[in-house]
């Protein structure tokens, strides 16, 4: 199916009822649309295509695969630093609580800069933003390499995280507006795959190198392939988001810096002062309130930096959170199995990145079978996918509760919640993406990769302290802390995945009550879906 680039979006696109048609043969630059509206009156208009076969439009595929060489490394690159902290210390003869910055750091420029995301789409092209995030990327790696201090270090991991922030939301954009639309659940499942399976590699990859080869080649290895493939952009890095001409709004600027890098700042700390420190409850406080105001900001200023428009509908609401609270459960696993096994079972750093690599590689293929399955079944059978992660919660809080903590059990339990996670993640996260107008996806995009950063950071904050401060539990056959911690940790998944799986029976029950198993409503003759076509016609008359 042909994706269309629209030119304008008005208040209410529920207007837009009737009977559509088109026909993708009136030339080799645009698509006759022919609109029936209610007062049956036909208009035909003809609008410009995305695609083609050079730089400024480019083919989908070729740019795809440009975009995911070079975003898997970037992604991958945010989580290598954790498993490096030992070696960081001795370096560079700074204590613990300062090292976790080159996390932090990049994590915070990392949440910000998704938010501006939208806006950054709708002011420079492409390819502008292609080069320029990949030049940052390179340029931060480079920068960690040689550098002889930890200011100089940290000074890296900000540049790239100026680089991914940029990057990122951009391959959803390239995918909701250019693929073909039965198999935009393919895609999607493609660039979730990127997103989550290096996120779940990265620190193995890392332990590994840092093991036998020293930390300063971990940033080595991020070079060569976005490197290469920049190069490659200059001919498959094409634009296809129709720009506008507005301001940039400097109250929005303030409320989302203080938002997303509240929150951000006061999550990253809570495992070195804990959730009752004054730095931590202040700038939490701080972030909560700020983000709640952006949001409602939005809604009212001129010159929103994230559009809201078509993006307070339940299917997108719903969808995103299901996708974000579900995923970002497998941060808070990455954030204390290792420990665990390192810890409690007394196993080197290179062990416990192995007993991740099955989950990760199972992680990583099932992606694309989730994305295949939305393609036909839309987000049907997502709470599937959360049973499964269901499943594995109860296994390894079992394990815990029981003083039975094995490397084996570890494995299968990471492994059977890593096939329920992309599941989740291309189901829900893909329909979320496609449920809107193309001109709001980048907006769209913004909203999901932003909070999927909050979410993943809430995650990981909570379960490291919630490992750390249970010595006794009363349930508990062993008396050791970070077993009664894991345990409580396994809950809270518990508890979490429960509820999301009765909301997610619910949800569909509910959706597909009205809809058929592509999101089309069902008997409804005048009112065809806008994702049928992927296109809502709007136009100046």
């Known amino acids: 199916m042909t994706s269309i ?102 994590v915070l420029v990392l949440a910000i800069g998704m938010v501006y995301s939208s806006f950054i789409a709708k002011h420079l092209y492409m390819r502008t933003i292609f080069f320029t995030a990949d030049i940052l990327f390179v340029l931060g790696s480079l920068i960690c390499v040689v550098s002889n201090s930890f200011i100089l270090l940290l000074i890296g991991r900000i540049i790239q995280g100026f680089g991914t922030a940029l990057l990122m939301p951009q391959i959803s954009n390239v995918i909701i ?41 971990v940033f080595a290895l991020l070079i060569p392939i976005p490197l290469i493939g920049g190069i490659f952009g200059y001919w498959t890095i094409g634009n296809i988001v129709e720009q506008e001409d507005t301001k940039l709004d400097i109250l929005s600027v303030i409320l989302a810096i203080l938002g997303y890098g509240g929150i951000s ?18 700038t939490l406080i701080v972030g909560v309130l700020s983000l709640a105001a952006f949001f409602v900001w939005e809604n009212f200023c001129k010159n929103p930096l994230v559009s809201l428009k078509n993006l307070g509908r339940p299917i997108f609401i ?65 709470p599937v996918g959360i049973t499964l992660i ?33 599941l989740v993640a291309s189901m829900y996260g893909t329909a979320s993406l496609t449920c809107v107008p193309p001109q709001s996806t980048p ?17 990981s904050a909570v379960y490291v302290a919630l490992l750390n401060n249970f010595d006794d539990v009363p349930f508990n056959a062993s008396k050791d802390p970070l077993v009664n911690g894991g345990s409580i940790c396994f809950l809270l998944t518990i508890t979490i995945t429960g509820i999301a799986l009765i909301v997610g029976i619910v949800w569909s029950v509910i959706f597909f009550k009205d809809h058929d198993s592509k999101g089309n409503l069902k008997n409804k003759k005048n009112k065809k879906d806008i994702n049928e076509i992927h296109l809502v016609v709007i136009i100046d008359r």
């Open 318 to 382: 719903v969808n995103v959170l299901m996708s974000n609270i579900i995923n970002s459960n497998l941060v808070g696993w990455l954030a204390i199995i290792p420990f665990i096994i390192q810890n409690y079972l007394g196993q080197s750093v290179f062990i416990s990145g192995l007993a991740l690599l099955p989950g990760g590689v199972l992680n990583a293929t099932l992606n694309i079978l989730g994305g295949k399955i939305y393609d036909k079944s839309y987000f049907k059978y997502g």
């Open 177 to 217: 507006i250019m693929s073909p639309r039965d198999r935009i659940g393919f895609y999607n499942g493609i660039s979730m795959l990127v997103i989550i399976t290096g996120s779940a590699l990265g620190p193995t990859i890392s332990g590994l190198i840092t093991k036998f080869l020293g930390w300063r080649y």
């Open 443 to 459: 907006h769209a995009a913004a909203i999901f990769h932003s909070f999927y950063q909050l979410f993943c950071a809430l995650c």
């Open 390 to 422: 269901f499943i594995a919660s109860i296994f390894l809080f079992i394990m815990h509760i029981t003083d039975n903590v094995k490397l084996w059990i570890i494995m299968i339990g990471y492994a059977v919640g890593n096939i329920g996670i992309p």
């Open 5 to 106: 680039e629209l030119k304008k979006l008005e208040e209410n696109t529920e207007d837009i009822t009737s009977d559509v048609t088109y026909n993708d043969n009136v030339n080799n630059e645009g698509v006759l649309v022919e609109i029936k509206n209610d007062e049956e009156k036909k208009s035909e208009y003809v609008i410009k295509k995305v695609g083609g076969g050079g730089p400024e439009e480019p083919k989908f595929v070729p740019m795809l695969l440009t975009f995911i060489s070079v975003l898997f490394f970037t992604v991958l690159n945010e989580c290598v630093a954790t498993v490096m902290y030992s070696d960081l210390v001795k370096e560079f003869d700074k204590k613990l609580t300062t090292i976790q910055w080159v996390t932090t750091g990049f």
């Open 265 to 282: 700042f006061g999550l990253g700390n809570t495992g070195d002062y804990g959730f009752g420190s004054p730095l931590v409850i202040v």
